[in-house]
């Protein structure tokens, strides 16, 4: 992200425009820096999350991914469309979030006066640059607007308030009355474009704390499993987390896509992500009668060569044979081995989407059949199957559409 800051006078006042336009037309305040992120972060998959809501819930129209704040989302009632600003923070603080901490404004250094003199001037805070103040600039369009904090980090007593639910809010008069007191110690009377000060904002304000990104996701999956299972759509519990890895891949491309060429791209709608999650449970259902055609598409996808592929359809074929005859284990026994594989794929896929392992496809391939030997050889001679065996578990568990040699894309 830059560091474009809504126009705001010496005073921190920001000008009302009485003109101010549809969300829909106004460009970004904050623009770059997304396509840089490794791997998937708190931020795909809070969208991920409001996405699953929007599936659900009929009132939420669209989903927004770093196009306006972090998120933004489109609520639509018989009045209208209501927008709701999200900014979502990572950050892992020495203490609890805080009134100070989020009002905080940033310490620039101004320039000399003198170039010739050596005494460098006194660092300023620089107004609107605090979370609170970059939160309220977005009230500067046309439609009514409200905003919401999430965080992986927890907060303190005295922004307790803004985590209650609106019924309980009017019942605590005292608490907001001293909160915004509080936020007015520190920003003063900055307002946004649209002339609202910090009381509007802790009015319209919700703070939610979703804890870990690993918590989030379990929670989404979970809520993602009961969507798809309320349309008749009942599929393995290991396709499910990777339709849901390939909707948090949706959110991220669509928070890396150019609001300048092409804004669309930003923008998730609820009617084309009922079809699109339509398609995908379908193709994971449904998969073509041609063998292998799955793996051979995720093998050339991660660029393997064709004597690696035609090498991996052969050990999933001898696999699934082994798998029918039962030579040497039970089928409790191969179960319970293919539960273990399945386990270890998937911590190398969760390394390999949160960009802990940076491998191009041909790497994590290696990658993958290298820790499968390692987890082959610590087995007791008396559960140790072959090397195939291992190997063609994988290369199955991939065309079954639950593993991949490259980051999850939608």
Known sequence: MNDDLPSSNEDGHGESDKKSKSIRNLPPLETGGSDARRGFDLQDHVAAMYCIKM??????????CENQDDVTLIWENGAGERVEFVQVKNNRLD???????????E???????DPATKIQPIKVKRI????????????????????RIVTSWQINKELQFLSLAAEYRATVPADFASLVAALRRHVG??????????????AETTWEVVDSIDSLRSRNILAFGQYLALQGAFVAPDQIEELYMRLVAKVADASRANWKIDREKKRIRRDALVSWVADVVQEAMHPSSKGSRKLRTKMKKA??????????????????EEMLAQRYFTSTEYRAIEGEIMSLLHTLRTQLDSGMCDDPGIAFHARCRSALESFRESLPSERRPHASFVHGCM??????????????TA
């Open 55 to 64: 599936l659900t819930d009929s009132s939420l129209g669209e989903v927004w």
């Open 95 to 105: 203490s609890l979030w805080s009134v100070a901490k989020l009002c905080e404004r």
């Open 107 to 113: 310490s620039v250094q101004p320039p000399s006066s």
């Open 128 to 147: 609107g640059s605090s979370m609170l103040e970059r939160s309220l600039a977005y009230d500067r369009c046309h439609e009514p607007c409200c905003f």
């Open 189 to 202: 009377d900055f307002v946004s474009p649209n002339g609202h000060d910090c009381e509007f904002w802790a």
């Open 303 to 320: 660029m393997l060569p064709k004597d690696s592929i035609d090498s991996a359809v052969e050990e999933r074929a001898r696999y699934r």
């Open 395 to 408: 290369y199955d568990i991939t065309d079954r559409c639950t593993h991949r040699f490259i980051r999850a």
